[in-house]
């Protein structure tokens, strides 16, 4: 009897996660396992490029997880610089480009679509200038590196002699790291968004703390700032970025405007897609209305546990799960991914930002009824040498008590404390029921009241005053 042959598009997280799971739990002689990489790099961090560019991880090869050679090793036929470039369902085959322009049909038993997201590009007159960088592949972190230390060896600056500007479009989590890491590196930095805060991922009332802070650390963030053009020197390099207001000069410019997934193969070939473009599977991360086609990762919309919704969520965090439900299930086993909750966390130097669950448009969205309350605490016992200060949101359903979102903005050690509502989302508690939540309690670590729990006593109060 033949192998059965799982072709894989896509040499990443949920891709390689997926090819590894299968291997394990199938025989070579029953399972033949085969991956397309149209990139040079397999099974890497892309959320690190921002501290490697930083200086806090000190070398590339530090961000990748496992090698071609390494993959290869454990039985997968690994394939890199080769691109796949079209779908045929009917027939299960997938036409591969190789990096010399050589073009062949590849036949499959169960095909993985793990394509992830790209960047978020707008068609700005100068933005494929010279200078212009965004930060989604190791090789956009090595340009962008390499085009740093070029610019401190011509010794020019934008602002003057020894100055060094950097601008930053964007201002969501990928805009925030990436104004740390010029930070780090002692630039003059200016974020530009065009929304009225930073970080839509936040209600408006926690961005401006976002903001606020973000303006105290000596970063320029400019609030309302639809960008028009890139501007260029004579030698075709950006030297600054224009608004409908102003202009700002830089001598790099980043654009940090989020990502969209990638599935212009599926589209091609008809596949069911969300509202945000991401594909639609079951919870087996089965491709909807296919028997031998999965997807999983950046190329895809999950459903928010929360609010009962599809929505897209480019996290690896996702992706590494997606990658073994799918391997998991082509090998032979059973298993599924639910959903999400929504949780993510960021920071721009010694400010740490946190969500979990809804906002309170994406509450109202879907017709729920809420209260919302935000405390000031701390992050240790006051008395304690070092606390900082946290601010804490807490969303609950009107009547029932549901806790329906957590929001955070604070200093060192606040970040993570998103989890504790994290796992109560999942777990479906009231905030009353999380007043009596059993957490961790020393001076070094929280007041005797948890910030999270504090949130939690107030917001069932306005439940109960509701």
């Given at each position: 009897?033949a192998?059965?042959?799982m ?5 990443d997280?949920?891709g390689m996660?997926a090819?590894s799971?299968a ?9 033949e396992?085969?991956?397309?990489e149209?990139?040079?790099f ?6 690190g ?14 961000l ?10 454990r039985?997968i036929?690994?394939?890199m610089?080769?691109e796949?470039?079209e ?8 036409r591969v480009?190789?990096?010399a ?15 992830g997201?790209?960047?978020t ?21 090595r340009r ?15 602002g003057g002699e020894g100055?060094?500007r950097?601008?930053?479009?964007g201002?969501?989590y990928?805009?925030?790291?990436m104004?740390?890491?010029?930070v ?7 974020v ?6 930073p ?5 408006p009332?926690?961005?401006?703390l ?6 105290s650390l ?9 960008v028009?053009?890139i501007?260029t ?14 202009e700002?000069?830089a001598?790099v ?6 990502v969209?997934?990638?599935?212009e ?22 491709v909807r ?21 599809a929505?897209?969520?480019?996290l690896?965090t996702?992706?590494?799960?997606h990658?073994q ?6 090998g ?5 991914f639910?959903?999400?909750?929504g ?18 448009a994406q509450?109202?969205a ?5 209260e ?5 605490s701390?992050t240790r ?6 606390t900082?200060p ?13 806790l329906l979102?957590v ?9 993570k ?7 109560a989302l ?6 009353e ?8 309690y020393?001076?070094?670590?929280s007041p ?8 939690a ?5 306005a439940?109960?005053?509701?």
């Amino acid at each position: 009897m033949a192998a059965e042959r799982m072709v894989v598009i896509g040499g990443d997280a949920t891709g390689m996660s997926a090819a590894s799971q299968a291997r394990r739990l199938r025989k070579a002689e029953d399972l033949e396992v085969v991956a397309f990489e149209r990139g040079p790099f397999s099974s890497y961090s892309a959320c690190g490029i921002p501290y490697w560019v930083g200086g806090a991880v000190k070398e590339r090869d530090a961000l990748i997880a496992r090698s071609p050679e390494e993959h290869r090793s454990r039985g997968i036929d690994l394939r890199m610089r080769t691109e796949a470039v079209e779908l045929d369902l009917a027939g299960a085959r997938v036409r591969v480009r190789e990096g010399a322009g050589t073009e062949r049909w590849e036949g499959y038993d169960h095909l993985v679509l793990a394509t992830g997201a790209v960047p978020t590009r707008p068609p700005l007159p100068g933005v494929d200038a010279e200078g212009v960088h965004g930060v989604q592949t190791l090789d956009d972190g090595r340009r962008l590196l390499d085009a740093l230390e070029q610019r401190i060896e011509r010794g020019s600056g934008s602002g003057g002699e020894g100055a060094r500007r950097a601008v930053v479009v964007g201002a969501g989590y990928i805009g925030v790291e990436m104004a740390e890491a010029f930070v780090q590196r002692g630039y003059e930095v200016t974020v530009l968004e065009k929304a009225e805060q930073p970080m839509s991922t936040l209600d408006p009332d926690m961005g401006r703390l976002v903001h606020e802070a973000m303006c105290s650390l000596g970063i320029e963030t400019v609030l309302e700032a639809a960008v028009t053009e890139i501007l260029t020197d004579e030698d075709g390099r950006a030297r600054g970025v224009a608004t409908e207001d102003t202009e700002y000069p830089a001598d790099v410019v980043v654009l940090g405007l989020g990502v969209r997934p990638a599935t212009e193969l599926a589209r091609a070939a008809e596949l069911p897609l969300g509202t945000s473009g991401g594909l639609l599977t079951d919870l087996a991360m089965r491709v909807r209305g296919q028997e031998n086609v999965w997807a999983g990762g950046d190329c895809v919309e999950v459903l928010n546990l929360v609010s009962g919704r599809a929505q897209h969520v480019p996290l690896g965090t996702h992706a590494n799960k997606h990658g073994q439900v799918i391997g998991q299930n082509i090998g032979g086993g059973y298993a599924t991914f639910p959903g999400v909750v929504g949780t993510a966390v960021s920071k721009v130097c010694d400010l740490e930002i946190a969500r979990t669950g809804l906002l309170e448009a994406q509450a109202s969205a879907v017709g729920l009824q809420y209260e919302s309350v935000v405390i000031e605490s701390t992050t240790r016992a006051g008395y304690y040498p070092g606390t900082r200060p946290i601010h804490v949101k807490m969303i609950a359903e009107r009547r029932s008590g549901r806790l329906l979102g957590v929001q955070i903005v604070g200093r060192e050690n606040a970040g993570k404390r998103v989890d504790i509502a994290a796992v109560a989302l999942h777990a479906g508690m009231t905030v009353e029921q999380m007043t009596s939540l059993d957490l961790g309690y020393a001076p070094p670590f929280s007041p005797v009241w948890d910030p999270v729990l504090v949130a939690a006593r107030k917001a069932a109060a306005a439940v109960r005053a509701g």
